[in-house]
């Protein structure tokens, strides 16, 4: 699995964050995301398809 995010998008929400706190952060300054790893283990791929699929932005693309 590959993910990668567009910051430009981000509108800051955060529901990446709550589907998967080990993929996604969100920078101090202003809630943009930030992306931890790109290549997340097996294991979360689930929480990783659910916060592609909650992202109102569309910021995050899951390549599997
Ligand atoms: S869910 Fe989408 S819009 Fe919200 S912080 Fe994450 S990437 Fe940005």
Redesign the pocket.
Known sequence: MKVT?DQD?????????T?AAEV?D?RDED???VLLNANPPVELAADVRQ?AV???????TVDE
């Open positions: 995010i998008k981000c509108v800051a929400s955060g529901q990446c964050v589907a996604f969100q809630g943009i995301v916060a909650v992202c109102p932005a569309l910021a995050i």
